[in-house]
């Protein structure tokens, strides 16, 4: 930020909506000049605005997260500072990001955003769609500062996000080749969208298909196409590559192989039997993956197992048991995220066999360990039963 000495007692009042043109900046300037003779530069003067503009991004930079769609009623200018992300841009060169999930449960039909230590919650606006759109979980990832929302409704497959600095949903943009299924990571505010099946009149239609979504220009792209089609797959950034996990292919059949993708070469690398030693059914979810300080982790579902990955050996160790009921589902409705160092853990817990709430359990993981530690958290921000439609982190 700049620096301007302060001279004298009298501080200098700039209404940021008064009326801007050459001319009433002249006569501003004569004001100034003949009431603060230390401050006679015409270019100090002209650095005084941009001064002002520098502290108020630093200032709301410190608000919460959760108080910004406040600033929009205060006038037009701070609308404008909003939509234009500066003070999402001074939150992370300041070290001020924090993650923030995003939570909807099976009894619900709007989201809750809570903030790191799951001690204040927020509920989201009410999304305005159809009754199909509620059925089920969803497709959802958050990339920069909007929570994104695939899913069918009367219309097809639509496209919701949520923007934090607005607190408000819109519909669009539609993905180019819209579907569901699919496996998708965030990598800064970009999200990448890998396989996944379509609908149309004439049936569903397992793809290959790969599109990156750019949340600062709201724009989709096409990428090059993974080797093999596949749904019910999983994605994560791993070194720097967008990585595929498993899935199904267009006959039903599991599969074993990953897939990770380098953008700086454009190009796909088949990774054999990287599932191989894992339980897989038809009706199982998708792979539950977290990253943590570039190691990959894994949740062997029908054994409550955590594992995590070798890259160099393409094998996996187990680091031991987990505290949640993962294999009566079969992994649905169990969250299993990365925050900062920690995994994060959600679901039905062993603990609390007799309760409707859930269970959360933190770790800070370590390849080099033999056994994983799980601490039991309480969540204080918001009551939800076990059974977790769709969560995402959000960093912000």
Not at 219 to 246: D, E, N, Q
Not at 297 to 312: A, F, I, P, W
Request: net charge neutral.
């Amino acid at each position: 930020m700049k620096k301007l000495p302060i001279i004298g007692t009298m501080p200098i009042i700039l209404d940021m909506d008064a009326d801007s043109s050459p001319d009433s900046k002249g006569e501003e300037m004569g004001e100034t000049a003949h009431s603060h003779a230390c401050l006679t530069s015409q270019n100090a003067y002209q650095t005084a605005p941009q001064l002002l503009y520098e502290l108020q991004v630093e200032i709301f930079a410190r608000v919460p997260c959760c108080e910004y769609w406040k600033l929009q009623l205060l006038n037009n200018q701070f609308s404008q500072l909003l939509k234009s992300s500066e003070i999402f841009r001074t939150r992370r060169e300041l070290g001020l990001v924090k993650p923030y999930f995003f939570i909807l449960s099976s009894s619900d039909r709007r989201w809750t955003m809570f903030d790191e230590d799951l001690k204040s919650s927020q509920r989201l606006p009410k999304l305005s769609s159809d009754i199909n759109f509620f059925s089920g979980d969803k497709e959802t990832i958050c990339v920069g500062t909007q929570l994104i929302v695939i899913w069918r409704n009367k219309e097809g497959i639509t496209v919701w996000r949520y923007e934090l600095a607005m607190h408000k949903w819109f519909k669009g943009p539609e993905m180019i080749t819209p579907r569901i299924m699919f496996a998708s990571a965030c990598h800064g505010t970009n999200a990448f969208f890998a396989g996944g099946f379509t609908i149309s009149k004439n049936g569903v239609e397992v793809v290959s298909i790969v599109e990156k979504y750019n949340a600062e220009t709201k724009t989709w792209a096409s990428i090059l196409p993974m080797h093999r089609r596949r749904k019910l797959c999983s994605g994560c950034f791993l070194r720097g590559k967008f990585y595929v996990l498993g899935g199904q292919n267009e006959n039903n059949e599991n599969l074993t192989c990953a897939e990770s993708y380098d953008e700086e070469t454009n190009s796909w690398e088949l990774i054999p039997n990287m599932l191989a030693d894992m339980s897989l059914s038809i009706f199982q979810a998708p792979p539950r993956i977290a990253v943590v300080n570039d190691t990959l982790y894994l949740l062997e579902t029908s054994l409550n197992e955590l594992r995590v990955y070798n890259v160099n050996t393409n094998t996996w160790k187990k680091l031991g048991t987990i505290p949640v009921m993962a294999h009566l589902t079969k992994g649905w409705g169990v969250v299993f995220k990365s925050v900062k160092d920690n995994l994060m853990l959600i679901g039905a817990s062993f603990n609390r066999l007799h309760s409707q709430k859930w269970g959360i359990y933190k770790s800070c993981p370590s390849p080099d360990m033999e056994e994983i530690h799980w601490e039991d958290i309480c969540c204080r921000g918001g009551s939800l039963n076990h059974s977790i439609l769709n969560c995402c982190v959000m960093l912000a």
